[in-house]
C-alpha cells in the first residue's frame, strides 16, 4: 500500500533501521536515531541503484515522489539519475536549466556511463577547470564562436596545445547535445576549426628494429621478479593487447581449449566485444601461470591483494628495471612494435592487424567488423607471430635479423 502523511510523520524507529514502502520503488529509511530518508530503489544497465532523494520532514511525502518520477523521466531518456545528481552538485538546476554547464553535465551523466573510469575523470576536470568557469553559467543558446575561442586560448597560452584540443572536441559534442534536445540551434565550436594551432603528435615510445626486439625479449626471458609480472611481461608482446585490458584480464574470459582470449566489450576502448586468438607459446604462459593465480579473479593478481590486478604502471616498472627508460619503451609500445613487424616484416594485410588492435575497422561495404571477423585469419597471423617472436628470441644478437625470417620461416 502506498504510504501516506500520517503514516509517515508517526513512524518510531526500531532497534534496526527499516524500510516503509511507497509506490514505484520510493521508500522511507527510518535510522535507529530517528532520523528518516528517502529513498529510490531502481536499476539502470541491469544493475539496482538507490538514489537518495532527501530528508523527512524537509521533503514531504509528495515532494518525494515529484521527485521520484523526475528520476523515472531521465531513466526513460537513458540518463541514469544518480550519475545526473553527483555530476551536477555544484550546479544550480534552477538558475541553469539551459546553461552550457547544465547541458554539459546532462551529455556527460548521459555518455559517460560507457567510458572507463580515467577517461571520464579527465573529460570533467577539463570541462570544470578550464570550461565552466568562463562559460558555464552562459545559455548554451547564446554562446558565439568568439567566447569560445577566447576560452580555449586561456588553455593554449599554458602550451598544453593537446587539451585544446579536446576541449574543443568536448565542446563540440556538448554543443551537438545540446541542438538534439532542443537547448540550441547551433553548435559554434564547427566555425573554429583551422583558428587553433594542430597539437604535435605524439607516439608512445616503442621497439621497431627486429634486432632491438630481440634484445627486448631476451631481456624479459631473464627478468628475475614477481612471477605474475614476468607473466605479464611474456604475454604483452603476444597478445598485443592495451595495457588496462591486459592487467585487467580475468580467468573466466580465457578459453584454453579453444586458444582464445574474449574480451567483453565493457573492457574495450570501443565498447566493443573482442576476441584475442592465444598462439601455442601464449597458453604455454597461462598454463604456468594457471597453478598460481586460476583459484583467483585475475591472471595477473597484485602481489598485495588478490582481489585486485596488478597496477597500470607495473609493466612500465618492470620495463624500467630492465633498463628500457621512457623514451624506448611503454606498455602500449608492444601494440606500435606488433602493427609495424606483421605489416612490414610478415606482410600481413593491414586491416587485419588493424582488427587486432581493436581499431576501428570496417568492411569495404562500410559495416564495422564484429568480434568473429577474420578470426580464422587472425589465428593464422598471431601463431605466425609468436613463431617469428621465438625465433628472435634464438637468434644471437650479432647475426643479421631482418626480412629474411619471414622469408625463410614465417610466408
Known sequence: ?????????????????????????????????????????????????????GVYPDISLSEAREKRDNAKRQLANEIDPGILKQVSKRADQATLENSFEAIAREWFAKYSIAWVKGHSTKILNRLENDIFPWIGKNAIS?????????????????????????????????????IAVGKCERDPSADLRGAIPPAKVKHRAAILEPSK??????????????????????????VFARPGELRNAEWSEINLKLAEWSIPAEKMKMKQ????????????????????????QYLFPGC????????????????????????ELTAHGFRATAR?????????????????????????????????????????????????LDELTRRRADQKLSREIAENEFR
Not at 215 to 238: D, H, M, N
Request: charged fraction near 25%.
Open 1 to 53: 500500500m502506498p504510504l501516506t502523511d500520517i503514516k509517515v510523520r508517526t513512524a518510531k524507529p526500531k532497534q534496526k533501521p527499516y524500510k516503509l514502502s511507497d509506490e514505484r520503488g520510493l521508500y522511507l529509511l527510518i535510522a535507529v536515531q530517528g532520523s528518516k530518508y528517502w529513498r529510490l530503489k531502481y536499476r539502470f544497465m541491469g544493475k539496482e541503484k538507490v538514489l537518495a532523494i
Open 142 to 178: 547564446e554562446i558565439t564562436a568568439p567566447q569560445l575561442l577566447s576560452v580555449l586560448r586561456r588553455i593554449e597560452s599554458r602550451g598544453t596545445l593537446d587539451t585544446v584540443h579536446r576541449a574543443h572536441q568536448d565542446c563540440g559534442r556538448i554543443f551537438r547535445y545540446g
Open 213 to 238: 626486439l630481440a634484445e627486448l625479449l631476451r631481456a624479459i626471458k631473464g627478468y628475475q621478479g614477481y612471477f605474475v609480472t614476468k607473466s605479464a611481461l611474456q604475454l604483452a608482446p603476444l
Open 273 to 296: 566485444a573482442h576476441i584475442v586468438p592465444l598462439s601455442l607459446q601464449a597458453i604455454q604462459i597461462l598454463q604456468e601461470l594457471y597453478p598460481l593465480t586460476g583459484k583467483g
Open 304 to 327: 598485495r591483494t588478490k582481489s585486485r590486478p596488478i597496477s597500470d604502471n607495473t609493466i612500465n616498472a618492470a620495463l624500467r628495471r630492465l633498463g628500457y627508460d621512457a623514451t
Open 340 to 388: 609495424t613487424i606483421l605489416d612490414e616484416v610478415l606482410e600481413f594485410r593491414p586491416d587485419i592487424i588493424e582488427h587486432q588492435l581493436a581499431h576501428a575497422v570496417k568492411d569495404p561495404n562500410g559495416r564495422a567488423y564484429n568480434r568473429t571477423s577474420h578470426l580464422q585469419v587472425r589465428r593464422e597471423m598471431m601463431q605466425k607471430w609468436a613463431n617469428y
